[in-house]
């Protein structure tokens, strides 16, 4: 496996590079919200480490889920219209199509977000954001907030669709090769032509 340090501009540029699906392993360390007991009790931020997130990148989802519902319902499969986003705004293309990011201004901050779609992924560490020690998910169950099951798929294997806040994605793997991504202070430009 070879291995490269390429900029966050170069990341978002490689993942505007064509329309259609990229397939990789993304890694990601990303803050874990808990619930503010946890901070009053006098312990550190927590952060959630996935090593290997095998994505899709740049699917369109209704037709993801569409295509899932033919496949276990048969032709009469009902079609799915997935609701707005609730949140950010998608980046298009101007032939139309949409990149894999959405921009979010938040409080005046603006981020960038890549969408996903997780096909499989390996067991998440947690990390003292303070320390970087290891820390049992049992540690901080309490202080968890509970995760929505609600789900309008109506399929069996769901389309499991995640956003990243850029600058948490810290390595990409593809096509044999690693990637670790550099982040500075400056927001990337998403291409658009």
């Known amino acids: 496996m070879q291995i490269q340090t390429i900029s966050a501009q170069q990341f978002v540029n490689e993942m505007c590079a064509r329309t259609g699906t990229k ?4 890694f990601t360390r990303t803050p874990l919200r808990l619930k503010v007991g946890w901070e009053r009790s006098g ?3 927590v952060t959630v480490v996935r090593e290997g997130r095998n ?3 740049g699917i369109n989802y209704e037709k993801a889920v569409n295509r899932q519902r033919e496949r276990e319902q048969g032709e009469t499969a009902e079609e799915f219209v997935a609701e707005p986003r609730r949140w950010g705004q998608r980046i298009m293309r101007n032939d139309g199509n949409p990149t894999p990011f959405v921009r979010h201004v938040k409080d005046g901050v603006e981020k960038l977000y890549l ?5 499989w992924q390996k067991e998440a560490k947690f990390e003292d954001r303070v320390t970087g020690e290891e820390i049992d998910s049992a540690e901080f169950q309490d202080f968890t907030y509970a995760r929505s099951s609600s789900s309008r798929q109506g399929v069996e294997d769901e389309v499991i669709p995640r956003d990243y806040t850029l600058t948490n994605i810290h390595g990409w793997l593809h096509n044999g090769t690693y990637y670790t991504i550099v982040h500075n202070d400056d927001l990337p430009i998403v291409p658009v032509d």
Request: no cysteine; aromatic share 0%; glycine share 6%.
């Open 23 to 26: 397939i990789g392993s993304l």
């Open 43 to 45: 312990r550190n931020p």
């Open 115 to 119: 969408t996903i779609a997780v096909r």
């Open 55 to 57: 994505s899709m990148v």
